[in-house]
């Protein structure tokens, strides 16, 4: 059964504080896996796509990464508006587009 | 840019009552989704259209039924509604099915049921 495991469930942070947020999963054949920031009372916002097993993307304070069995988000030096809730998802052979996702790791960041 | 956009907001039923949940994507895109997002359960998939003019069922279908109007429009019903259908609804629309094509999220009705 396809599955996303993140983790930690929270994480609070003083701001400049560098950490990572870990995403598991097992899928057969992994078509690509997403990463998400969700505010309070918002949907999730896109923030990036992996492929395969090696790739890195970077965006400001965060970089994602990708094994074959795991993702890490790496936020260097985090200020209070990186607190948001972050989702990971994975999108399984198919065709159909269909996501399924973590449970989400929620950061704090501390001034 | 509006991207998606969902109506109502906010949503208050009564057991038994229906509704109808309206989705509205203004980006061409031909894939639309509806989640449900409860508590320690992550998004869960209800229904989704791959394209206009087909619907197919998600991880979570029971209880709800959907339209697709046009390609701009996708809506959830609910015929019966049960306090177990309290939850966050969050629809998504994506260019197309691939693996390369993130989903973009509106910002969710939020529904209670008494």
């Known amino acids: 059964e396809d599955q996303v495991t993140q983790s930690p469930e929270a994480l609070r942070l003083q701001e400049g504080e560098s950490s990572s947020l870990n995403c598991s999963y097992t899928?057969?054949?992994?078509?690509?896996l997403f990463w998400y920031r969700q505010d309070p009372g918002k949907g999730p916002e896109f923030l990036f796509t992996?492929?395969?097993a090696g790739e890195e993307k970077e965006k400001e304070r965060l970089k994602a990464t990708l094994t074959k069995k795991e993702s890490f988000l790496h936020i260097t030096a985090p200020k209070p508006e990186d607190s948001a809730t972050y989702l990971c998802?994975?999108?399984?052979?198919?065709?159909?587009?269909?996501?399924?996702f973590g449970q989400g790791t929620t950061l704090q960041v501390k001034p | 840019n509006a991207g998606v956009t969902q109506t109502p907001k906010f949503q208050v039923l009564k057991t038994g009552q229906s509704m109808t949940l309206q989705c509205a994507q203004d980006?061409?895109?031909?894939?639309m989704y509806w989640y449900r997002q409860d508590p320690g359960m992550g998004l869960r998939l209800i229904y989704y259209?791959?394209?206009?003019?087909?619907?197919d069922k998600g991880e979570v279908p029971n209880g709800y039924n959907v339209s697709r109007l046009n390609k701009r429009e996708f809506s959830l019903r609910l015929e019966s509604a049960a306090p177990s259908q309290t939850s966050v609804y969050f629809c998504?629309?994506?260019?197309?099915?691939?693996?390369?094509?993130?989903?973009?999220f509106g910002d969710g009705t939020r529904l209670s049921i008494l």
């Open positions: 998802a994975v999108q399984g052979p198919g065709g159909t587009g269909k996501l399924i």
């Open positions: 992996l492929y395969s």
């Open positions: 980006m061409n895109h031909n894939s």
């Open positions: 998504a629309s994506s260019l197309g099915q691939g693996g390369n094509q993130p989903q973009h």
């Open positions: 259209s791959a394209s206009e003019g087909t619907t």
């Open positions: 899928v057969s054949g992994l078509r690509g």
